[in-house]
């Protein structure tokens, strides 16, 4: 066979790789035919003596060529190109009908039909290397184009299985990033949230759990960047902050728990990867809330008194370099007293920091000026992320969008 790779094959080696099969129901025609193709170098060939047997043959053999009488008993040729034109598998094949002068006529409907071209029963071997080495020619092409066809569709298939799995692989992990965080609480705090990734896997985590009968622990970090990355190492620092698993660390001291942390997540050692974090304890017995910070933007806190509609709002910062920058970094941790029906939401800069279809970044102030009113509403935090989805316009927000409320 005709190796379809070969984009530049001389015309010998054309015929010498060729397989030819010649059709006509004269034995004699056949192995002149034949004798013919082996002179012109084509070491190949196969015969039939009607249109039957040669379909039967193209059917289960590949050839590159067919020499095709017309006039044969129990299937002409016309008919074998009739039925082959209505053969995908059988299009390929380039046919050369055979005619004698009298089947003009025939010959034409037998290139309607699809033949290639066509030969006079009165050839001569020049005519006949040029007829047979072209419609060789473009079989080769032919199937070139189909193997590339079939290469674009193989790696189009591969690449819609890989997508497949990776979504259902991103959807997993989703899934499980969600499960890890906890769930709403009623007493003796009341506690909820909202977590919307900006991609399939973000660089936001938060929890909250009691230290012990009188201390709350309330947390949130936001990695830098998005992906698989930021996820794993934002899933990784929170089950360590819930877990306590920091040795040496008193987990109801902020200022020790952000220094703890820095150190247990260098980013030399985790692929340069930094991150920002808010945490706060909140005292019950003493109704004292004492946090610190590394790099992460304010918490508000929302006294319980309304005018007008509108909370009085403090915002609870603790300024500190990001997390795991450098070793034995000190923080600083603040106080604050927090009246009873307070309010309090730790949040990622994504809930504020939102572009407007205007070009304008959003601001904290923005972000508080909203929550002062609407804060405290049962729905208050998926209204948050409906007035950013407004504020930026179609698609997903540009960063995730994570935050905690506590009512005292």
């Not at 934002?234 to 877990?243: H, L, P």
């Not at 972000?367 to 405290?376: H, I, L, N, Y």
Request: proline share 5%; net charge negative.
């Amino acid at each position: 066979m005709v190796d379809p790779t070969d984009t530049t094959p001389t015309s010998a080696a054309l015929l010498a790789s060729a397989r030819v099969l010649v059709v006509d129901d004269s034995r004699l025609m056949r192995l002149a035919l034949i004798r013919s193709l082996k002179e012109l170098g084509v070491q190949t060939t196969a015969e039939a003596a009607n249109g039957q047997e040669a379909l039967e043959r193209i059917r289960v053999e590949e050839f590159d060529v067919m020499l095709l009488d017309i006039e044969m008993p129990v299937m002409s040729g016309l008919e074998l190109l009739l039925i082959m034109k209505e053969t995908p598998s059988l299009q390929r094949l380039p046919v050369i009908v055979i005619s004698s002068t009298e089947q003009i006529d025939t010959a034409v409907k037998c290139i309607e039909a699809g033949a290639e071209d066509y030969l006079p029963k009165t050839y001569n071997p020049t005519l006949l290397r040029a007829r047979v080495t072209s419609s060789i020619d473009k079989k080769r092409l032919r199937d070139l184009d189909a193997l590339r066809v079939k290469q674009l569709q193989d790696e189009k298939d591969l690449l819609v299985r890989t997508q497949k799995r990776l979504d259902h692989e991103l959807d997993e992990a989703f899934r499980y990033v969600r499960s890890s965080f906890p769930t709403p609480l009623e007493t003796p705090l009341r506690v909820d949230w909202f977590y919307q990734p900006s991609t399939e896997l973000g660089g936001d985590a938060f929890g909250y759990h009691w230290v012990d009968d009188d201390h709350f622990a309330v947390y949130l970090l936001d990695v830098c960047g998005h992906g698989v990355g930021a996820c794993l190492l934002a899933v990784t620092a929170i089950n360590v902050i819930r877990s306590q698993g920091l040795a040496g660390v008193d987990f109801r001291d902020a200022a020790a728990v952000l220094s703890g942390v820095s150190n247990a997540f260098l980013c030399e050692r985790h692929n340069d990867m930094y991150f920002t974090l808010w945490y706060g304890v909140y005292r019950r017995s003493t109704r004292t809330l004492t946090h610190a910070s590394g790099g992460h933007p304010p918490a508000l806190l929302l006294g319980p008194a309304e005018v007008n509609g509108v909370h009085p709002t403090t915002q609870l910062r603790a300024p500190g370099l990001i997390v795991g920058v450098m070793e034995d970094v000190p923080y600083t941790a603040h106080s604050v007293e927090v009246p009873e029906g307070a309010t309090l939401l730790v949040l990622c800069d994504g809930c504020f920091e939102i572009r407007s279809t205007t070009g304008e970044e959003g601001t904290f102030e923005d972000f508080e000026r909203f929550m002062s009113a609407a804060g405290t509403r049962p729905s208050g935090l998926s209204d948050l992320f409906d007035w950013a989805r407004q504020r930026h316009g179609e698609g997903p927000l540009d960063d995730d969008f994570s935050i905690v409320r506590v009512s005292f």
